[in-house]
Nanobody, 117 residues
Framework: QLVESGGGLVQAGGSLRLSCAVS????????MGWFRQGPGKEREYVAA????????YYADSVKGRFTISKDKTENAVYLQMNNLKPEETAVYYC????????????WGQGTQVTVPA
């Protein structure tokens, strides 16, 4: 089970930190990812992190502004988002897969991030 939190309303240029609590065991091959789906848009990949060694990956659109991290003791993944833009208004989801940008079948309920224009 994946439970996202931390979304909210933030002005353009502001920051938010999203959290994803993971119930159940994560394997060394697991890749935790963040995805988002804006209004009228398809779900898109944002960032990913390898559970085993913490190697991170980012979509070009968020490089330099977003940071994905993990906490093995808490079994959690985080997404620090800085300098948010209105076009990044979306529901943000975390996911467990086996490759960056390639989601597995289980999704959380998502957390809404709203950045007014």
């Amino acid at each position: 089970q994946l439970v996202e939190s931390g979304g909210g309303l933030v002005q353009a240029g502001g920051s938010l930190r999203l959290s994803c609590a993971v119930s159940g065991r994560l394997f060394s091959s697991s890749v935790m990812g963040w995805f988002r789906q804006g209004p009228g848009k398809e779900r898109e990949y944002v960032a990913a992190i390898r559970w085993s060694n913490g190697l991170t990956y980012y979509a070009d659109s968020v490089k330099g502004r977003f940071t994905i991290s993990k906490d093995k003791t808490e079994n959690a993944v985080y997404l620090q988002m800085n300098n948010l833009k209105p076009e990044e208004t979306a529901v943000y989801y975390c996911n467990t897969g086996t490759a960056p940008g390639n989601p597995g079948p289980i999704w959380g309920q998502g957390t809404q991030v709203t950045v007014p224009a």
